[in-house]
């Protein structure tokens, strides 16, 4: 009988998943297990252990493994068991020793007794512990069994991230929680959505409390609502039982691993934060108060900082104790950029306790809708602000019309931005730089959105200055690079660049905490380095904007840093990266977000699905008319290159969508000027609406868009606006049959592509060359083209660009066969048609190496370039076409 009956159908490979129905991943391991119950049956013993960290799945994989035994027929016994078992000396028996780590010290003898007669009879000994909680004289026996070869090992460690995405059913949560559960089953399920999951990690983190007395249960209780590392000493004042019983509890918890050391020296905590929930969430209210009114008071008299007071203060807040309201105002002030939630939580405690009119009252609400505002909860801001303003006058109006301004305009809300921006300067009484500082950057924000670049400039240049003078280096960074994308719209590209180089300077040398109170800056930094073509740097950038935003919880702008992030990979070619960033910006606003942002999220997937996979239209098709709802009508700049992405997207998808796709273009557009479109951006669809002239030989058309695409570049002398262009006058020359300056325009079109880091479109007029020199039947360079483009296609991810390489492989193929006055025989050097005909007679590549006194190495090399040149992948075909097509060697 196979090892597949045996195991009621899961071999020792791990092929089959029926046994691994109840939990995910571990198939080495499982393997492991399997192959060692196989030995037992064959008549072997083996001792093997699972080992790991509480909640790793140690457990579960046993009684995987047991029922597999038991349903092969061996019988499966724990080891108390095993002195009162019938002699077995010949039939195989399977001992499952689980949690050693916490049997008396006789039991533990026992299963050592078990594991070493393994030796002498067919029985597997099935070992689980924690190495952290073995006894030292355990851990001594174990460590000279495993080096005798008497004990094998299996250690688990954290699930994969798509083992945890597979566990809790939910790929996005899963990402989100990934990290802080430290890939951990238990832990996994404990923060994750309640149902019967959460309800099993929460029975099998209680069922670790089970046996715990009275004060080590009040201490864990303790720790758990103090929430962090902790000293014995406030241990022992929240839990009020007095330092040795503290002590002598904390022996307990530490030993059964419940509790450990922190990293901060001479401090404990509990073992992770999903317990610590657990716990906190099953204190009786009244200890829970309790707990917490001691501990905010012995917080007090250590003088702690006022963020660990406030989790306390906002439990037992008292309107009739006005430092209440001022301690969480003050933590909500130091939290606001490092942790928004938070911050929320202790205004909105904070305001409970405050009279209308209440001295701190206006502050706290101002913090209150900034907090909110930074952790996502816009339409409430909105409310707020609205309310604030109504109410306010005098030197806080135009902080709250700041404020204000910078909500409206996250929202895509630009005319409202601007006309707010401008009330507050207005209305600013005093000098404050900061605000001064914060109101130009809206200013120059507005007028970028309406494309008056000099008043942008301005007044970014104005926000940077204020910010240099009171030492706001994120301000200052987010001025400048602004400053630097409007000088380069007014064609000032020397004066951009030194401007961006600037910022990021800036931004580089500053710390993460600085930059978090302001990750604007961040994100308009990497938007114009992508617009200078600095993608590399534009990406470096983001991607530290969305670790922060994760960091911190800052959601309000982290759908505009993922959406930008997503389209500078997509531009470098890194296909599934922004893919996975559309999948984050996706689960955050979740169908909540502002039009202009799911809009564009959608759009740039479309492309992304469109280039990297193949012949199935359906998925980008879907997300390219999601982006198009979003649009609905609307005539903004946004929706308006929503539009036109579409229209070039059906022109790639099919060259007769060209009629179509032109309309599309140019209804978006306004007409044969592109007068609704930005002029950077005219070159690209100058370039779409030439190919699609090209596709009806419009001659007159081709020669409207390269001239149109030339003109606009010039305003805006960037390597890949200018490539735009060259690729537009490539099809213009086609059309006019000028092959040589339509390959010339091509070859200009593939440096400035390739100097602006833009590996899709410089794959696309790779094999645009190819296919306009093979259209003439002219085959001179295009073989090396089309490496190029096989490489940039496979760096890149596409399906969609690869498929093309393919076919234009084919198709010079065909030309050079039918070209060749010899055959395939003309298509080779010398050396080539000497190893070719070797090879066609049977000769191996030594026997041929040997003949013409070459290396093997250069032999290989020459029969690659044989096979490229006559489009076969092995000696069988080569063989086949020298003898079917060849004639004769010449």
Not at 18 to 30: D, I, P
Not at 180 to 193: E, Q, V
Not at 693 to 713: G, P
Not at 810 to 829: C, I, K, V, Y
């Given at each position: ?218 201490a864990v209780r303790a720790a758990a609502v103090l929430d962090g590392p902790f000293q014995p000493e406030l241990l022992a004042a929240v839990a009020d039982l007095g330092l040795p019983a503290t002590l002598e509890a904390l022996d307990m918890l530490t030993h059964l691993d419940l509790v450990r050391p922190a990293e901060r020296a001479a401090h404990l905590a509990i073992r992770h934060r999903a317990l610590s929930e657990v716990v906190y969430e099953r204190v009786p209210p009244s200890r829970r108060h309790a707990m917490h009114r001691r501990a905010d008071t012995e917080l007090a008299r250590r003088t702690a900082p006022v963020t660990l007071r406030a989790r306390h203060v906002a439990q037992i807040a008292d309107p009739s104790r006005p430092d209440h309201a001022t301690t969480l105002i003050s933590a909500a002030r130091s939290e606001l950029f490092d942790s928004p939630s938070a911050a929320v939580d202790h205004l909105e405690a904070a ?524 000696r069988a075909s080569l063989t086949h076409v020298l003898l079917t097509k060849g004639g004769q060697n010449p």
């Open positions: 009988m196979s090892d597949d009956r045996q195991f009621g159908g899961l071999s020792a490979s791990g092929r089959a998943t029926e046994a691994t129905s109840a939990f995910v991943g571990r198939t080495a391991e499982t393997a492991e297990l399997l192959k060692a119950l196989s030995e037992v049956r064959a008549g072997s013993g083996r001792a093997v252990a699972v080992t790991g960290e509480p909640g790793i799945g140690k457990s579960t994989l046993l009684a995987a493994v047991a029922t597999r035994a038991r349903a092969a027929g061996i019988p499966v016994v724990p080891v108390e068991a095993v002195a009162d078992a019938q002699p077995r000396p010949d039939a195989p028996l399977v001992v499952v020793v689980d949690d050693l780590h916490a049997l008396h010290q006789e039991e533990i003898a026992l299963a050592e007794r078990v594991m070493r007669s393994t030796v002498t009879s067919p029985s597997l000994c099935l070992f689980g512990y924690r190495p952290r909680q073995l006894p030292a004289g355990s851990a001594e026996s174990l460590a000279r069994a495993v080096a005798a070869g008497l004990l094998a090992t299996v250690p688990l460690g954290p699930l994969s991230r798509e083992e945890a995405a597979e566990l809790l059913g939910d790929p996005l949560r899963a990402d989100t929680l990934y990290d802080d559960a430290l890939g951990n089953p238990l832990y996994l399920k404990a923060l994750g959505t309640r149902g019967p999951a959460y309800d099993q990690a929460v029975t099998a983190i209680l069922g670790e409390l089970a046996g715990l007395d009275e004060d080590a249960l009040t305001t409970a306790l405050l009279s209308e009119g209440a001295e701190h009252g206006y502050e706290a609400q101002v913090l209150l809708a900034r907090a909110r505002m930074l952790s996502g909860k816009a339409a409430d801001v909105r409310t707020l602000l609205d309310t604030l303003r109504s109410a306010i006058t005098g030197p806080h109006e135009a902080a709250a019309l700041a404020d204000s301004s910078r909500l409206e305009r996250h929202r895509g809300r630009h005319t409202e931005a601007g006309a707010m921006a401008r009330a507050g300067l207005a209305a600013m009484t005093e000098h404050n730089g900061a605000i001064a500082a914060a109101l130009h950057v809206e200013l120059a924000d507005h007028a970028y959105a309406v494309r008056d670049y000099e008043s942008s400039r301005h007044h970014a240049e104005t926000a940077a200055a204020l910010a240099r003078g009171h030492r706001d280096r994120a301000g200052e960074s987010h001025a400048l690079a602004q400053a630097a994308l409007a000088s380069l719209f007014l064609g000032d590209q020397e004066r951009a660049r030194r401007q961006a180089t600037a910022a990021a300077d800036l931004v580089d040398a500053a710390g993460d905490s600085l930059l978090s109170t302001n990750l604007d800056a961040l994100l308009q930094l990497g938007m114009t380095e992508g617009m200078l073509e600095r993608l590399d740097d534009a990406e470096r950038h983001l991607q530290r904007a969305a670790a922060l935003c994760g960091r911190t919880g800052q959601v309000y702008i982290e759908p505009n840093i993922l959406t930008v992030l997503s389209n500078t990979q997509l531009r470098s070619g890194r296909l599934r990266a922004a893919l996975a960033t559309l999948d984050r910006a996706d689960a955050i606003t979740a169908g909540g977000g502002a039009p202009v942002t799911e809009a564009i999220i959608a759009m740039v997937r479309a492309e992304a699905l469109f280039w990297q996979g193949g012949r199935d239209q359906k998925t980008w098709q879907a997300s390219a008319a999601r982006a198009l709802e979003s649009v609905d009508g609307s005539r903004a700049s946004w929706a308006i290159s929503v539009r036109c992405f579409h229209a070039e997207l059906t022109l790639h998808a099919d060259q007769s969508n060209a009629a179509q796709a032109r309309w599309l273009l140019l209804d978006a557009a306004g007409g044969d000027e592109l007068p609704r479109v930005a002029g950077w951006r005219k070159p690209r669809w100058c370039a779409a609406l030439a190919r699609a002239a090209a596709a009806v030989s419009d001659s007159a058309a081709t020669a409207h868009w390269a001239e149109l695409a030339e003109s606009c570049a010039g305003q805006l002398p960037s390597p890949g606006r200018r490539a735009f262009a060259h690729r537009a006058r490539m099809w213009d020359h086609v059309v006019r049959g000028d092959i040589d300056s339509a390959l010339h325009s091509a070859q200009q079109a593939v440096e400035g592509f390739a100097a602006g880091e833009e590996r899709i479109e410089l794959c696309r007029t790779l094999l645009d060359a190819a296919e306009v020199a093979l259209s003439v039947g002219r085959t001179q360079e295009v073989a090396d083209w089309l490496d190029r483009a096989e490489a940039l296609a496979g760096r890149c991810g596409s399906a969609q660009l690869a498929d093309t390489v393919a076919r234009r492989r084919h198709e010079l193929t065909d030309q050079t066969r039918s070209l060749a006055p010899e055959g395939p025989w003309g298509l080779l050097s010398g050396r080539e048609r000497e190893i070719a005909r070797l090879v066609s007679k049977g000769m191996t590549n030594q026997r041929v190496a040997e003949a013409l006194f070459l290396s093997v190495r250069t032999v290989e090399t020459h029969l690659r370039q044989i096979y490229r040149k006559l489009g076969v992948a092995n």
